[in-house]
């Protein structure tokens, strides 16, 4: 059974800063990653989606690195806003599962003028 | 293009009732997978839809049902509503293949009193 855990749970940091948020996964036979954001009482806001066969996504700012045999992955934000604040999820895809991923619990991220 | 449209965004219930939840792909994808979240548990996977046929489904009760329809258009269904129920529901929209990017409504805000 696959299990995704996403540490920190919680990350403060101040305007400008560099971070990155860390993601693992237990089983390496996935199709791909996603990375997503949730503001509060919203949903989902698809980021970045790393393919199996990638070792790197890049959207602006954010940058999502992926290693399957170590079953890790991680989210770069470089110079962060305030507005970057919001909840990260990252969510795997296994192989032969359709359309069902399975989520982290989350990095919640605060970043403060 | 038009995102991912859940209705209703917000209801209340109470407890021995139910609920119907309504969601609207994106135009084109033909795969509509449900999620539900709670602070507790996260984000779990309820069940997906694809072509009007159930695909996958996740270990929740059978109170807990779907369907979809021939223009994708899908809806879920919570019958005889525990306390436990309350939570925000997802949809997800896919164009269906193995490797797809997934695209989350705003959710249905459920609380059961």
């Known amino acids: 059974k696959q299990e995704v855990t996403q540490i920190p749970a919680a990350l403060s940091v101040p305007e400008g800063e560099n971070l990155v948020l860390n993601c693992s996964f237990t089983d390496s036979a996935i199709y791909n990653l996603q990375w997503f954001r949730q503001d509060p009482g919203k949903g989902l806001t698809s980021l970045l989606l790393i393919q199996s066969s990638q070792r790197e996504q890049t959207s602006g700012r954010l940058n999502a690195s992926l290693d399957k045999s170590s079953g890790r992955s991680t989210l770069y934000i470089a110079a962060s806003q305030p507005g970057d604040s919001a909840t990260y999820l990252c969510a795997v895809l296994n192989t032969g599962t359709a359309s069902k991923l399975t989520f982290g619990t989350g990095t919640r991220l605060q970043v403060t003028l | 293009k038009a995102g991912v449209t859940q209705t209703p965004r917000y209801l209340i219930k109470t407890r021995g009732q139910q609920v119907t939840l309504s969601c609207s792909p994106i135009?084109?994808?033909?795969?509509v997978s449900w999620y539900q979240q709670t602070p507790g548990q996260g984000l779990q996977f309820l069940f997906e839809?694809?072509?009007?046929?159930?695909?996958n489904k996740g270990n929740f009760p059978g109170r807990f049902s779907g369907r979809q329809f021939s223009n994708s258009r899908s809806e879920m269904n919570v019958s005889t509503l525990e306390l436990g129920d309350s939570a925000l529901y997802l949809c997800a929209s896919s164009a269906g293949g193995p490797t797809g990017e997934l695209f989350f409504g705003e959710g249905s805000r459920l609380t059961v009193l």
């Open positions: 135009s084109g994808h033909r795969s």
């Open positions: 839809y694809f072509s009007e046929t159930q695909r």
